[in-house]
């Protein structure tokens, strides 16, 4: 007999009442601005931000996330997963259509989800999907060939974008598909215009299948690379958000606007960390106790208040500490030189050794700044560390994943559910030469994987918190990566702006209850 | 004007154009870094799997000199193949961005030609006096500057002490439902600061090359002849002598187009320009092949046909020339 997890009707939906505030108006254009240039539009694909903003907008998914990790109906009114956890049920709302007019079908959710596993490169999201049934056009049973407790996070809208399988599934590949740059969806927003690597209009869909929604009538992400250019774009008022700041400098700037707000809310499942990765089958970094004395010699809230200014915060584990599985009791590594130097000697490096650390081309204040502080404070403990400045991305992706390094910088997202962001980078099964953000410190413990898979399977959210405590603990001894700070996102945005979307997923979530006050 | 003169010309910039596209193919691909491990970072990681089958993709597992081969033989169909990085034909990109590029290029030249000439022509009145000594210093100043440098400080002018000019960008968003002259008027106003960054260094040049070849020009026998026949000093400066002292400038005017493009790649930058300069500056941290390869061929054959255009200007301008091929 299933065991009804999760029943909530369409009434939940639309009782989501809208906060208390000021009057809202209906149409009006929003304007983001970003820095990131998206390869393309369909994040059923491709991952990251650039792409997921105009994606959910266009898309709708199965499910979509509120502020305190709790999934809501979207295109699925209600879900159940049954007792032993190896069937999820959708079961879709009626009246959906894709901005042609088809109709939103079971059979488009099935497809969506089989192209995702297939084609995007989180393949951990979907891996358990042995086959998806579609008994009738509103229901979708996904049979898991195990438990799969990270599946309801994946079927969000950065995620799991539902695509029209009548344009989709015509042979063409998926990673390619024409359609990706003129993508037809269901979600609250229809393209209008897409001109690579400078903006993305976005007309309202006066069918979305949520009434009332969307409030504007238009969305303009404009893509202003120079994040100077950016900041006084939104000082003039000619850009109205601009997400996924990072720069201690830029967010103190436009705290001081008058007609803005900056917020650090709405990057929970982003969970974005900046750390510095060894590379264990290094001879000079194999023994744990160096990476130990490193970790003992650098202070990270140093890194946090000194060097950004007090706008990030520091991070001590490979969880971020938003998630629900942080591990509170993990050691931070306070600074203590003595016990860095002792643990240098005992390594057989009393008499110090060199290490070169690389940093992945990007925010210098995040990267080269930390990396130049690095250099600075390992002297203490006798390690000569030389900087290796990569001149841009492919350069240093090609020496991280083909494992030619020593120490790199790095920042690398949890995506939610550890099982989607997390896993990958510890996993001795990961170990993958010259691909990037795999397992590339090569560490490999039979302990921790067993942990992973065991909280991969878990249903009950205590016993996998407490599989991902353990697996905490032991990372933090083994040190295969000294994790440094959450990288600082802030949104700022226009005041009048009301319903900003400062969930889990941040602007990766439909702007269908964005409006400007009256 | 000869025919064989023009042909002769067309080929040569055929052949020129040629050997860019062998040097740059040759050359992009020396630089470190894998295309497809760009196209997975891009992705936000990837498989060994979908690795291989980005190279299978887009060719990259043949070898060198075959892939070269298979490239010319696109070209030569008029196909420059699609953008790694946007899964988009180059020639789409290029479309999108080759206007703006010719609108800031166009605008800077003849920016720099008008107000340079005029600059030279006034200081070349009085050799000694506070207009030439001016011109010499702007000169030197204007070439020495790196043209970067200059865009950020009207950035920073424009952008909080005198905000006169939009600092970025092409268009308001705000306006795309306006009417068409105020489109037109909006891109006018961008225009202005990523223009003048451009023409400022040429602007230099033109005006101290004008001046010397102005002073060289009213030295001569036929200007003290109109002089003395009593014509009045504006058409001695601007119909006699300017005349003959612009054969220097349309040369250097010509010769300076490449330079121009190249400069645009830096001023489009720094001021957000949807032009092929970024397209082509971020397409090579991408490793896109593909579209770096398009957009320089662009470039190749605008500099070609200017110099070509410029020749043949000249020799409108020198009837000398015209008997020669």
């Given amino acids: 007999m299933n065991r009804l997890t999760h029943v909530l009707g369409a009434l939940a939906l639309c009782a989501t009442a809208l906060p208390a505030g000021p009057a809202l108006a209906e149409g009006g254009t929003l304007v983001i601005a970003s820095t990131q240039v998206p390869r393309h539009l369909n994040g059923s694909v491709q991952s990251g931000i650039a792409t997921a903003v105009p994606s959910t907008q266009i898309f709708a998914s199965p499910l979509r996330y509120d502020e305190t990790w709790e999934p809501q109906p979207y295109l699925a009114e209600s879900w159940e997963v049954s007792e032993d956890g190896l069937t999820v049920t959708l079961n879709l709302v009626e009246g959906a259509t894709f901005h042609d007019g088809e109709a939103v079908e079971a059979e488009d959710v099935a497809f969506s989800i089989m192209n995702t596993k297939q084609n995007h490169p989180f393949q951990s999201m979907f891996a358990p999907v042995e086959s998806i049934d579609t008994p009738d056009t509103r229901t979708v049973v996904i049979n898991l060939s195990q438990p799969h407790p990270a599946l309801l996070l994946a079927l969000s809208p950065a995620l799991a974008p539902v695509l029209p399988k009548h344009i989709f599934d015509d042979g063409q590949d998926p990673k390619s598909h024409p359609a990706n740059s003129a993508p037809v969806g269901s979600g609250p927003f229809m393209l209008e215009e897409f001109t690579p690597g400078e903006a993305i209009v976005l007309k309202k869909n006066p069918n979305f299948f949520i009434e009332g929604r969307p409030m504007l009538d238009e969305i303009i992400i404009r893509i202003i690379q120079d994040p100077s250019a950016l900041l006084i774009a939104m000082e003039n008022g000619e850009a109205d958000i601009y997400p996924f700041m990072a720069g201690s400098q830029e967010i103190r700037r436009l705290e001081g606007a008058d007609h803005l707000a900056v917020t650090p809310e709405g990057y929970a499942a982003v969970g974005p960390i900046n750390w510095l990765a060894f590379n264990t089958a290094s001879e000079k970094l194999a023994d744990v106790r160096v990476r130990q004395a490193i970790a003992y010699a650098v202070d990270r809230d140093f890194i946090t208040r000194a060097l950004h200014r007090g706008v990030s915060a520091p991070q001590r584990s490979p969880i971020i500490e938003g998630s629900p599985f942080f591990d509170e009791s993990i050691p931070a590594y306070d600074v203590d030189l003595d016990k860095a130097n002792a643990l240098m000697a005992e390594a057989g490096f009393g008499d110090g050794m060199e290490l070169t650390v690389d940093y992945i081309p990007g925010p210098k204040e995040q990267q080269q700044t930390v990396a130049e502080y690095l250099k600075s404070q390992l002297k203490k403990i006798g390690i000569e560390v030389t900087v290796r400045a990569a001149p841009d991305f492919p350069t240093w992706a090609g020496r991280v994943g083909g494992h030619d390094f020593e120490m790199t910088m790095d920042v690398v997202f949890n995506w939610g559910d550890p099982v989607i962001g997390v896993h990958r980078t510890y996993l001795c099964s990961n170990i993958r030469q010259g691909v990037i953000w795999s397992n590339t410190q090569q560490y490999c413990n039979e302990k921790v994987d067993e942990l992973l898979n065991a909280a991969a399977v878990e249903l009950d959210p205590a016993k996998r918190a407490a599989l991902y405590a353990e697996f905490q603990q032991i990372v933090a001894t083994d040190m295969p990566i000294y994790w440094i700070n959450a990288l600082p996102y802030h949104t700022a945005y226009d005041k009048r702006l009301q319903n900003v979307p400062t969930g889990i997923w941040g602007t990766m979530h439909p702007m269908d209850m964005v409006s400007w006050s009256e | ?325």
């Fill in chain 2, 1 to 325: 004007m000869g025919s064989g003169f023009l042909l002769r010309r067309i080929g040569y910039g055929l052949l020129l154009m040629l050997g860019v596209v062998v040097l740059n193919f040759l050359l992009i691909r020396l630089a470190p870094g894998d295309p497809a491990v760009v196209i997975a970072g891009e992705m936000g990681g990837a498989t060994e799997e979908m690795l291989a089958s980005i190279r299978e993709e887009y060719g990259l597992n043949e070898p060198l000199l075959v892939q070269l081969g298979i490239y010319i033989g696109n070209v030569l169909r008029g196909d420059l193949g699609e953008s790694f990085f946007f899964n988009q034909p180059v020639a789409h990109l290029i479309a999108l961005r080759i206007g703006p590029t010719i609108l800031l290029v166009v605008t800077a030249q003849l920016l720099s030609i008008f107000l340079g000439v005029l600059l030279g022509v006034l200081a070349a009145r009085r050799p000694n006096g506070v207009m030439s000594a001016f011109v010499s210093v702007f000169a030197t100043i204007g070439y020495a500057v790196p043209v970067f440098w200059t865009g950020i400080m009207l950035i920073i002018l424009f952008a909080s002490v005198l905000p006169v000019f939009p600092v970025e960008g092409m268009t308001s968003v705000r306006l795309r439902d306006a009417a068409w002259y105020v489109q037109w008027l909006d891109v006018a106003h961008h225009l202005v600061l990523p223009a003048f960054t451009l023409a400022i260094i040429y602007l230099a040049q033109y005006a101290r090359l004008s001046r010397a070849s102005m002073l060289e020009v009213l030295g001569s026998d036929y200007i003290r002849t109109a002089r003395a026949k009593g014509a009045r000093e504006r058409t001695v400066l601007f119909r006699h002598a300017l005349r003959n002292a612009a054969l220097p400038i349309l040369t250097v005017a010509g010769l300076q187009f490449g330079n121009l493009i190249s400069g645009a790649l830096l001023v489009e930058t720094v001021f957000n320009w949807p032009g092929m300069g970024r397209l082509a500056f971020d397409s090579i941290l991408r490793r896109d092949y593909p579209t770096i390869m398009g957009v320089l061929f662009f470039a190749s054959a605008m500099v070609v046909i200017a110099n070509i255009l410029t020749d043949w200007s000249y020799r409108l301008a020198d009837p000398r020339l015209r008997g020669r091929t």
